[in-house]
């Protein structure tokens, strides 16, 4: 029999006793909208367990199921320990181990040439899915004398923020506390937020309607549902300019906040002339009767409000519009900035909203100097509204060198398989005269790179973070870094030195960094550290619903635009539409008709697993016993008739490439679709998209909707 | 204090926190061959041409009157005094696989080295004032530890998972 | 004050008075047991001889004098020679004891053993007990055979080809029957587990009757009917066994195959009880008495013996009852599990045979309801499908899908699970 202490340290229990004691951290695998606080269990320098943090303000207690990866996440095998220096071809995968100053000493020779040779701005300086370090790396980028500084933003969330700021001004988000009535467009949930589940559910028990809009069957319209509309993939601008004309011609409209909150409204009116009931039943696949019982229940029970959803909307070759169509039902049904409706957010640091100001953004941008960015004039929408590169053109910049050559990329924790016709992308990656990236594992990207350095996981470092209602966190190491990993940003500041970078703030480095953005927030870096959970910020002040339209929308009109006045400049020039137009997710395809024919399937990539985020947990066993093998989902009767059972390998095949995965079996895919989730090394399903399949106004790829087909391989 | 694991199909979505929690909790060696305790899986089913889809989680159901403890031959399988859950002691185990059949859950599975291993409901856990690791992760309460009484409570006032009461394992013995 | 009587103490012995201790914590508890030993297990001894648990762990229960202590039982370690049901009397060799309020005959199961010649050699071992393990670990302790002859594909019969063919030993395995498993394996599967074997080096001799044996020297001559002969240094018995009800006979309690008991183990006899593999309860596929020599079922029955014997037994309205068992053989062996469900006898309908990579599945049955069910590969799902099963015969028809999600979680064959899912 194991004694009573054997037992109390195989069942992990913390005290005195057993030497295991709690630390107070936090998750960083996903997006900064979450970053959930994580209790470590630490025994002599190991985590041995992790759990959510019961009293922090956002996840109360509560992780998902990659955050309960936290643990074999940061012990993965493929960790890099050192410095490495690419010893064979580029995507041979050969590398020495090297020392820091080594390194350093590469990275100075390496950007030098460069710099000197071509001039500061053919050193891009890149970003992947990791965001914790970004103003300052984006202070360091222009600190260098380089305007190219982009991140994966160029293909995350960032369209539909840029929708919206045409539109309103300012993102939006559902108050769900305070509403009644729920337009879960795209809503998913349960694999990709799970807190706001919970806050569904708790508007559920208070007799709240939901509406869910998806293409496909999911828990939440299993379990929240009053209706599903199950819309087919990319049609979603379609439907809401249905509801839209439903709502003007049933009298539905909020005439007050039209006459004195909107412009372009006559023209809205104008434009949604043409979906009727059945010419939207017929675009979008949802029958007439449940596109007016949803719009009834939405317009007339107030307050109401609708889910925001920046990818799964967005990510197609028409999804800017769409996003833009959506958010004008907010206008017409008077839900926007009303207590229950949509709210505007302003985020407070790093794409989070705490209810108080810091100066990050000035910090991050100050230093941007005056020069034509990668990509700038293609996407003009975006250069209007993001202060970085659309990072879609970057391969096409490295490529051709037009208008100037770009040689050189800093890049942190760059994927390149995040690029729709990722072999583009390799092959700008190998023309480079020099390239470092940092990473925690082994990727694909870094068998491409001149030096690779290691990094360190959330559980690992010092890292500062908001979360809503005030608070601001900072973490403190509930280990220290494992190997020779350093935190991202001490790598950037010793780079200060060893570089000559000229920036006094820089210079000082993290702690004075993080004050200067603190300040008016009334906290301090001095403050913070004497806590070790979050703690409310002085200046937090709760938003009054109205109070954005009191002081007047930050659009060029002051009000909320039907019709962009934004977009209109580009009308000529690009033929962008001001108007919330709608057009079908294949339009830019020549010869759409006759693709359709050859390709009859939808391809939908990236939709939302339990157990992966990109790529980040592919190489994580727990996370990948839970869906072993890269897996398709398709509908039965589309399996049936190709002659696929369950199990089976199957070809994807686009216009662009071809994939071999294996098939799973479901009625929860319409038919006529085919799920596929990315990320994976021997299944890229970025080499299904092709590059060129964008969307104008935001440059985002289409990565929602190709079209495909699929056979028994 | 008897505890009971309760678990509603109505709120689980088999997003597998659970039984990554579970894996993360026992240190489950996937690439050893090793599965965790609890597993979380979809089922969808033809009833009447129209699917229907369910989302379930499972593991040891720790039954009141648990047929796996008068299966063991070696009597490694007892029930805890301070807990009232279905615990083990392996060291005996032969891997005869007598549990296995007679678990109509299928929860018990044996190791590389033959011996069983399964669900212990975490009991070391709750003597310490601690959920069980798969309760504690379920971010929609589609998992719940409760006290006897209360699950008698709740049993007055809501039905049993369909499973559960199928089978009826769940006995007032004990 | 209450007395019982319990007559045997192996599982359902202990069991029972673990029951009677519960409801009666008043109560005299007299055992009587031949051996004086702890409950012990007969089928760990294979596991012993292989040195898997140590002689302790025969006695799954602890030791005697713990048991005595913990239940507080008057324990005599002496044979029971005869039986007054009427008057509720036991009779020892040292003289009569009783009346009791009730006793509870839990004798267990004796070796068959074929009246033939050469059965008392040294080298000719039958396993049921401690003694009989002890036997064998020295046999092969000292001077191990070369060879062994198994005669009898049981339970026990398979784990001592198992034992020995690891040890070393050239063998061979023997049985009247046409292919192994006669009463549990269907004859796809049977014949695939001898297939098995063959490739792994045992020799097969199925449809042989033993007549008898011939020691030469330290070789044994087996002699089947027909002529056949086989020779080994070792011949290992292993026919099964038989519920020892001479007891109950004798005493004029209506026995079968064992000693007939309704689901509250009642025999014929007012106030005498049995349980265990002396016994013969009902079986829920053919609704007749069986007898399922099955440690979990006698533990099953002996807790209902004791609970109804505590109750007051033969009076009480709503008697404890058993849930009536199915056949059932759950053998793993030779790095092989093989489970088989229901009767082969009442395999009617059609027979399918389902196979992926892990499992080979023979089932029985119509429309996805199963009579009789063989499972070659891992084990789990078995305890799931038995579940079925019972219920089915049972006349339950509302399986739970999430059952077939299950089996589907173990890798079982999707077109099987398409089959049941008919039902």
């Known amino acids: 029999m194991a004694s009573n202490l054997d037992r109390l340290i195989k069942a992990k229990i913390p005290g005195d006793e057993t030497g295991i004691s709690i630390r107070h951290s936090l998750c960083d695998i996903c997006t900064p909208v979450h970053h959930c606080g994580v209790d470590a269990y630490v025994k002599d320098g190991r985590v041995l367990k992790v759990e959510g943090t019961p009293d922090n303000p956002y996840n109360q207690g509560f992780l998902c199921t990659k955050g309960l990866c936290n643990r074999q996440y940061m012990y993965r095998e493929d960790r890099l320990r050192t410095p490495l220096k690419r010893v064979g071809a580029r995507g041979e995968g050969r590398f020495e181990p090297l020392g820091w100053d080594q390194a350093y000493a590469e990275i100075a020779r390496g950007l030098g040439a460069v710099k000197e040779k071509y001039g500061p701005h053919a050193v891009a300086f890149f970003s992947g899915y990791a965001k914790w370090y970004r103003p300052i790396f984006q202070r360091f980028a222009f600190a260098f004398g380089s305007v190219n500084y982009g991140t994966d933003d160029s293909v995350c969330n960032n369209s539909g923020v840029m929708g919206l700021k045409c539109t309103v001004g300012r993102v939006a988000k559902p108050d769900l506390k305070n509403s009644r009535v729920f337009l879960g467009w795209a809503f998913g949930g349960y694999y990709s937020a799970h807190m706001a589940v919970r806050g569904l559910r708790g508007f559920k028990d208070r007799g709240g309607k939901v509406i869910i809009i998806d293409p496909k069957i999911t828990p939440a319209v299993k379990h929240f549902a009053d209706l599903h509309l199950m819309i087919k993939t990319g049609t979603d601008g379609a439907l809401a300019l249905g509801m839209a004309r439903l709502i003007i011609d049933q009298g539905w409209v909020d005439r007050d906040y039209i006459r004195n909150h909107t412009c372009g409204y006559e023209d809205f009116t104008g434009l949604v002339r043409d979906f009727d009931l059945e010419t939207t039943a017929g675009i979008t696949g949802v029958p007439q009767e449940l596109i007016y019982e949803a719009t009834r229940l939405f317009a007339t029970i107030k307050p109401g409000c609708i889910n925001d959803s920046s990818s799964t909307v967005a990510h197609h070759a028409n999804g800017f519009q769409n996003y833009r169509a959506i958010a004008c039902l907010l206008a017409l049904t008077g839900n926007f900035d009303v207590a229950g409706g949509n709210l505007p957010v302003l985020d407070t640091y790093i794409y989070r909203p705490a209810g108080f100001s810091m100066r990050a953004a000035h910090f991050a941008g100050e230093l941007r100097p005056d020069y034509r960015h990668i990509g700038a004039g293609r996407f003009p929408i975006w250069d209007e509204l993001v202060p970085e590169f659309q990072a879609v053109d970057l391969a096409r910049h490295i490529l051709e060198e037009k208008p100037y050559p770009v040689k050189a990329l800093f890049t942190l924790g760059m994927n390149v398989k995040m690029f729709a016709g990722t072999d583009r992308m390799i092959e700008a990656l190998k023309s480079l005269d020099f390239f470092v990236n940092t990473d925690l594992f082994e990727t694909d990207t870094n068998k491409y790179a001149d030096l690779v350095l290691p990094v360190c996981s959330s559980l690992e470092r010092v890292d500062f973070k908001v979360y809503p209602g005030g608070y601001a966190f900072l973490t403190k190491a509930a280990v220290e870094p494992l190997y020779e990993s350093k935190r991202d940003v001490d790598i950037l500041f010793d780079l200060v030195k060893v570089l000559g970078i000229k920036d006094e703030l820089l210079e000082k480095g993290y702690e004075a960094c993080m004050d200067y953005m603190l300040e008016g927030s009334g906290l301090t870096m001095a403050e913070l550290k004497k806590h070790d959970k979050p703690v409310k910020a002085p200046a937090f002040k709760p938003y009054v619903p109205g109070d954005y339209t009191r002081e007047g929308y930050a659009t060029p009109s002051g009000k909320f635009e039907f019709s962009s006045r934004l977009i209109a400049k580009y009308r000529q020039s690009h033929g962008l539409d001001p108007l919330p137009a709608y057009r079908s997710p294949f339009a830019d395809e020549p010869d759409e008709e006759g693709r359709r024919k050859k390709y009859p399937l939808v391809l939908t990539t990236g939709t939302r697993l339990p157990n992966a985020i990109h790529s980040r947990l592919h190489g994580v066993p727990w996370a990948r016993s839970l869906r072993p093998e890269p897996t398709a989902d398709v509908n039965r009767h589309d399996a049936a008739a190709r002659g696929v059972a369950e199990g089976d390998d199957i070809e994807i095949v686009t216009d662009y490439g071809r994939l071999k995965v294996k098939a799973h079996l479901t009625s929860k895919v319409g038919s006529g679709n085919v799920h596929f989730f990315h990320g994976y090394s021997e299944a890229n399903a970025n080499l299904l998209i092709g590059p060129h399949r964008v969307d104008p106004y935001s440059g985002f790829p289409a990565y929602k909707s190709n079209l495909c087909d699929f056979m028994k391989s | 204090m008897k505890y009971v694991i309760v678990f509603d199909p109505d709120r689980c979505s088999a997003c597998s926190a659970c039984a990554v929690a579970c894996m993360d909790q026992n240190d489950i060696d996937i690439q050893a061959g090793e599965r965790g305790y609890r597993r979380a899986f979809e089922w969808e089913s033809q009833v009447g041409g129209q699917a229907l889809c369910a989302y379930i989680s499972a593991s040891c159901l720790h039954c009141g009157d648990a047929p796996c403890i008068m299966a063991c031959p070696t009597g490694c399988l007892r029930r805890s005094l301070t807990t009232g859950l279905v615990i083990y002691d392996n060291s005996g185990c032969i891997g005869c696989r007598s549990c296995s059949l007679a678990c109509p859950f299928g929860a018990p599975r044996f190791r590389a080295d033959g011996k069983m291993v399964k669900c212990d409901g975490c009991h070391v856990r709750l003597e310490n004032g601690l959920k069980p690791a798969c309760v504690r992760a379920c971010a929609f309460d589609a998992l719940i530890c409760l006290t006897g009484g209360e699950y008698q409570k709740m049993l007055e006032e809501k039905a049993e998972s369909s499973l559960v009461k199928a089978l009826g394992v769940w006995g007032p013995r004990g | ?423």
């Open chain 3, 1 to 423: 004050m209450k007395k019982y009587a319990i007559v045997g103490f192996g599982c359902a012995g202990y069991r029972a008075a673990e029951a009677i201790r519960a409801g009666d914590g008043r109560a005299e508890i007299h055992v009587f047991s031949e051996t004086g030993e702890a409950p012990a297990n007969p089928m760990l001894t294979t596991y012993y001889v292989r040195g898997a648990i140590g002689r302790e762990g025969l006695f799954p229960f602890g030791p005697l004098e713990e048991i005595i202590e913990n239940l507080g039982l008057i324990h005599r370690a002496e044979a029971v020679r005869r039986l007054d049901p009427a008057g509720r009397r036991l009779e020892l060799d040292s003289g009569p004891v009783g009346p009791f309020d009730s006793i509870l005959l839990a004798t267990g199961a004796e070796s068959l053993a074929p009246p033939v010649a050469g059965l008392d050699h040294p080298r000719v071992i039958q396993m049921r007990g401690s003694a009989d393990a002890d036997r064998l670990k020295a046999i092969m302790g000292d001077a191990p055979p070369e060879s062994v002859l198994v005669v009898g594909a049981s339970m026990t019969g398979i784990k001592i080809a198992e034992l020995m063919h690891a040890a070393g030993l050239k063998c061979t395995l023997a049985d009247l029957a046409g292919w192994i498993f006669p009463l549990a394996a269907l004859e796809p599967v049977g014949r695939r587990i001898m297939g098995r074997l063959t490739e792994m080096g045992l020799t097969m001799g199925f449809g042989l009757a033993l007549e008898h044996i011939t020691p030469h020297g330290k070789t044994l001559t087996a002699r089947f009917r027909g002529g056949r002969e086989i020779e080994a240094d070792l011949l290992a018995l292993c026919l099964g066994a038989r519920g020892r009800t001479a007891l109950a006979r004798e005493a004029g309690l209506a026995v079968g195959r064992g000693i007939t008991v309704d689901r509250a183990m009642r025999s014929s006899a007012p106030g005498i009880y049995a349980a265990g593999d002396c016994c013969e309860a009902p079986e829920i596929q053919s609704g007749r008495p069986a007898v399922i020599g099955l440690w979990a079922n006698a533990g099953l029955q002996g807790r209902v013996a004791g609970e109804n014997m505590a109750a007051g037994g033969a009076g009480e309205a709503a008697p404890a009852c058993c849930r009536p068992g199915v056949l059932q053989n759950l053998s793993h062996f030779f790095n092989m599990d093989f489970i088989g469900l229901g009767d082969v006898r009442r395999a009617t309908g059609e027979t399918l045979v389902f196979e992926n990579d892990d499992y080979y599945l023979a089932a029985a049955g119509e429309g996805g309801r199963l009579n009789c069910l063989n499972l070659l590969g891992p084990p789990y799902g078995g305890g799931i499908l038995k579940s079925r099963m019972v219920r089915a015969f049972s006349g339950l028809r509302d399986n739970p899908s999430e059952q077939l999600a299950l089996l589907a979680q173990y890798g079982l064959p999707g077109d099987f699970l398409a089959w049941l899912d008919q039902a």
